[in-house]
């Protein structure tokens, strides 16, 4: 018997709304902010990601889904929104637009990595990224923009956590100064962490291993050892940040898991979440990746949530999600000529913009009158024998289960009164 992959679900009918309701939220508040969407490939040449992610992540390293295609090329399966994002803005020439360019995008993401509450290996992401400007202005405007979705979908309560992890001017020093803390600890970290002294050492702080947790809190800051602009910068987003009136917290372990980063990084939880899976999405600046990828210095920053961990916290705080009605109408016939009179009617309501839903021929006509029921209908239109000979159609209201009998042009009249 075939089953979904591990680390795939599907998305099945009873639960679309949840997933509608997430998903016009995102592109509602987009349009607010001035955000266009964007969609690119679900595969891309493998070598953006090594070159944007970073080769010392663990996401090039261990999680990507990497295939040669029949001409021998490299390609990935997208791992991460960002890069793809930054591709296009360079390869359509996007630096000649007003800048910046404001760009949003709802798409599926890949991973091979173990499959966890919320995360899968296959998951959905909704992410802002804004290209073309260095202000802490516009990485205020993007924090708030996060909340004001979450905000919207009716999450509260939510912590902020912020940081600066500095440029490559004053972040060299700073890695310097981490790898003389953690010398002397190598054998209490993790086996990740081993690794990542000499190769990754920033993601040293983010690790959730128990034994690595108690060495960061005692670990160099970063914001310590930051450059006059980089300082000036952190500054200048928390008094944006006040001024919005987001309360904040200075996180020196949230360094954000990809390479690219620079300056600001931001997190957003949940209250009282914990582990590994405490965030509920997170961004940062990466002013430094779309030269790496070929083209002219730019400075940008980004955001991105996972769309099954935001539905995940919805459930746990029990919001109430709206349901889409279901088609009120229910067409049942029977005898011989009626079936085609159904269609009719039914093809007639429809173009009126009212939902039908039409029974399958051969069912008696309590068997329809019970499916009409299941299906929740709140109207059935019964054409009989009778009927069809008279040129009428019979009514029956499901709740009080009156029924009437209505000629053709006093159908479509009564239904769009109601």
Known sequence: MYRTPRGTVDILPQDQALWHFVKEKAAAVCRLYGYERIDTPVFEDARLFVRGIGEGTDIVEKEMYTFEDRSKDPLTLRPEGTAPVCRAYIEHGMANLPQPVRLYYIAPIFRYERPQAGRFRQHWQFGAEAIGDASPLLDAEVIDMAIAFYS???????????????????RPEYLNRLKAYYADKLDRLCPDCKRRAERNPLRLLDCKN?????????????????????????????SHLRLLNHPFEVEHRLVRGLDYYTKTVFEIQPPGAQGAQSTVGGGGRYDNLI?????????????????????????RAGV????????????????????????????????????????????SLKAQLRQANALGAGHVLIIGEDELRDGLVMLKEMADGQQRRLAPGEVITYFKQR
């Open 152 to 170: 919207s979908l009716g999450l509260r309560d939510l912590v902020l956590k912020i940081n600066s992890i500095g440029c490559p001017n004053c």
């Open 210 to 238: 128990e034994m690595c947790i108690p060495l960061t809190e005692k670990a160099p800051r970063s914001t310590d050892h930051l450059c006059g602009e980089c300082a000036r910068h952190f500054q200048s987003l928390e």
């Open 291 to 315: 030269e790496a990828l070929g083209g002219k210095p730019t400075p940008a920053i980004g955001f991105a949530t996972g769309i099954e961990r935001v539905i995940l916290n919805l459930q």
């Open 320 to 363: 109430e999600i709206p349901r889409p009605g279901k088609p009120g109408v229910f067409i049942a016939f029977f005898g011989e000529g009626t079936e085609t009179k159904a269609m009719e009617y039914a093809a007639r309501l429809r173009r009126e913009g009212i939902g039908v839903i039409t029974a399958s021929p051969g069912r």
